[in-house]
């Protein structure tokens, strides 16, 4: 009897150590494939007091600083060889770019400048009372200007461009709601916008994500009950949604209107805050946040990678207490 429960824990061990090393297998194989993929960009103030913009290398889990400057609300271009962010600082406010090859500044516009062209189109000025949280939310590269949302509470999508020396102001979009997250394909002047406009009446936790064309009315809702505090994410092509609704993470593909569960993330004390897409829609970056006791610090980052054809999770990693995240891409 003694024999048999020996070689009966003997093949447990066997069967727990097989599985291990296949765990760890696929995770080298995800790795070496992903690290194919231009690299994680977030801008951070670290607990040690470091401040700037980094790179982050998924192969080692180191983070190299490249730009002095925290670039807020970060984004691509979509050659990947510039980020485009927000400098909120003493010495800088407004839009500025990093170049991803030598990683210099460069100055887009002040946000004295945007508050005279916000004026044309009758907005409500920002006032810069020191570093912390921006007003200035999301811009990205658009066409041959930059879109943004204006004001910390947004409802509305500004693009602007220079003709002749002269900065334009058009407004892209005006909702009653805050908005989240946007999405523009450029071709045919689509929008995607996620708002906090419940979708149930007296569920003000859950939102919406509209579709409409610039300048039309038609707004056609395409999928409910995303996180109150997750970003949607979309590939280049915008032929599809990746969402998180809790435990769940979803692709909804647009053209099929079918959702594709991705990987299970199951939160206890806990928020969901980025979501965002490879170059090709491969694999899926997510971050989740401890949620500091009574509230008394800022979230703890978790880092996750999870292929999304296979399921396949890799924890990247755990930052520190008091480690604070102003905006990252991929």
Known sequence: MKKRTIKLFL?????ICVVCLYKVYINYKMIKEIIKQPPIVFSARFKDGDKGTFKYDIQTKKAEKISDYAFQE???????EKIVGVVWEDRFQGLAELDMKDYTLRSIISLKDLNKCVKEVNLKEIEYDGPGVTQLRMPKYYKDGYTFFWGYYSTVICYIRKEDGKWNI?????TDSTG????LKKEQETLFLETEKPFVENKTETGIIIKKTIDKDDEIVLVDGTDENAFIDMPDDMSKIVYYNEPKIYMYNLETDKNDYISSQYLIWQHMLYLKLSSDGRYLFYTVGDIPFFWSDYYRMNFFIVDTKTGN??????????????????
């Open 180 to 183: 989240h997250n946007y999405f």
């Open 170 to 174: 058009r407004i892209l979009n005006n």
């Open 74 to 80: 970060l984004s691509y271009s979509n050659d990947y």
């Open 11 to 15: 093949f447990i061990m066997f069967i």
């Open 313 to 330: 999770k890799v924890n990247l990693n755990r930052w520190e207490k008091g480690d604070r995240f102003y905006g990252i891409d991929w």
